[in-house]
């Protein structure tokens, strides 16, 4: 239970903040409230693997460890048109966002204030052509889930809340909603 003194204080601060015109109440909320970095990352599955299956992977500066198709998002972007736009400069799919749908957990909150929105499709990597610009990306191939190459630790740590990796297991699943 709030103290008496405590909630009529906090009752006060809300009314004079509400009262207070909508561009001010944004800037000081952006100045109260911590600040993330939001970026986008595309889990593609081949859709003609069998077994375990197999996901496209990168090989980008300084090409030590494996990653995903990833980026930070633009300024007012759509998370999943980041995903889509990320997906074509650095290995040359291009999809619409429509394509692309929320993986689940679809948020996922990493220490030190970056946000990643995760999403996935699959398409046939028979006929699927990968272009790289050799700046940004290396390489990029498909790799079987059960053989994943070495991965950068932030990948390894990405997969794993998806159950893939070399860290599978070590992370909760999801709290599922229950939400009425």
């Known amino acids: 239970m709030i103290p008496r003194s405590r909630a009529t204080g906090r009752a006060i601060f809300y009314q004079a903040f509400y009262r207070l015109p909508l561009p001010v109440r944004r ?3 952006k100045l109260a409230v911590p600040k993330y970095i939001v970026g986008a990352v595309t889990l593609v599955r081949d859709s ?3 077994g ?3 996901l496209l992977m990168l090989r980008q500066p300084p090409g030590k460890g494996w990653s995903l198709p990833a980026g930070l998002l633009n300024r007012a972007e759509p998370p999943v048109v980041g995903a889509a736009r990320e997906l074509f400069e650095e290995s040359g799919i291009r999809l619409a966002p429509s394509r692309l749908r929320p993986a689940v957990p679809n948020a996922i909150v990493h220490a030190k204030g970056w946000v990643d929105m995760v999403f996935e499709t699959e398409m046939p990597a028979s006929s699927t052509e990968l272009t790289v610009d050799g700046a940004e990306v290396f ?6 889930l059960d053989d994943l190459p070495k991965l950068t630790w932030p990948t390894a740590r990405l997969l794993a809340y998806y159950d893939i990796g070399p860290l ?7 709290v599922p909603d229950t939400a009425p």
């Open 27 to 29: 800037r000081l909320v």
């Open 168 to 174: 599978a297991g070590q992370f909760p699943p999801p």
């Open 139 to 144: 390489e990029a191939a498909w790799h079987p």
């Open 52 to 54: 375990a299956g197999r």
């Open 48 to 50: 003609e693997a069998t």
